[in-house]
């Protein structure tokens, strides 16, 4: 079974351009998560979408991140402008169930972005 | 204060050496629990859920206490491939909260 697709792997971008992220979840998993790590951070969840609805972004700075999931699959996280503080892996993940306690989440490689 | 709490570490010790790994979590209302491992420049994956009862999974334990809200792996007969990233978790309504890690690395 194919695991999380993300796309690019590598971005590197001066701050206050635009950037986007997109991810592919493992097929048939309704729910899809966007995270950011730090470096020496763990991943801090950013958006959780449930099918192509969004479930939680409490944690998304909507100033300048958005993220879509149009048609319930693939997902894009877009960062206009970038901040230098917005260098980080974004993570996303998905998973098959919502409220299941004991249901994995499946992470993708992620894409590190650096801004300069 | 951080939700999840860990010692950052690093941990380094040699191989076959026991190694434990604890963690605490601020919110009671947390509804399951699990150790994350996280290779240099690769993403989390699950290494175990843990239970009040403990369980264990070959080489690996895990432990919970709830009335403590504390969180522990033990790590038995540790070899080199065990050198990762540790990642406590806590789960509430599907979303996870991850601690800030704790670095192994096991020596020839």
């Known amino acids: 079974e194919a695991g999380v697709a993300q796309s690019p792997r590598y971005k590197i971008i001066e701050k206050r351009q635009s950037v986007a992220f997109w991810c592919n979840p493992i097929?048939?998993?309704?729910?899809l998560y966007w995270y950011q790590q730090i470096l020496g951070q763990g991943p801090k969840l950013l958006i959780q979408?449930?099918?192509?609805?969004?479930?939680?972004d409490s944690q998304l700075p909507k100033d300048r991140f958005s993220a879509e999931r149009l048609k319930g699959v693939d997902s894009t996280l877009k960062i206009q402008p970038a901040k230098l503080e917005d260098s980080a892996v974004y993570l996303c993940a998905s998973s098959n169930v919502r409220v299941s306690s004991y249901n994995e989440q499946f992470f993708g490689p992620g894409t590190r972005l650096t801004v300069l | 204060r951080k939700e999840v709490e860990q010692d950052p570490g690093p941990f380094n010790v040699p191989e076959g050496a026991t190694v434990a790994f604890n963690c605490t979590y601020s919110n009671s209302a947390s509804q399951s629990f699990f150790w994350y491992r996280q290779d240099c420049r690769k993403e989390p994956k699950l290494l175990m859920s843990?239970?009040?009862s403990g369980n264990e999974d070959g080489r690996f334990t895990a432990q919970l206490n709830r009335a403590s809200q504390y969180i522990s792996l033990l790590i038995r007969d540790s070899k080199l491939s065990d050198s990762a990233t540790y990642l406590c978790v806590v789960k509430k309504w599907g979303q996870l909260t991850f601690g800030s890690g704790t670095q192994l690395t096991v020596l020839p």
């Open positions: 843990v239970y009040s």
């Open positions: 097929s048939g998993h309704a729910t």
């Open positions: 979408f449930q099918n192509n609805g969004v479930v939680d």
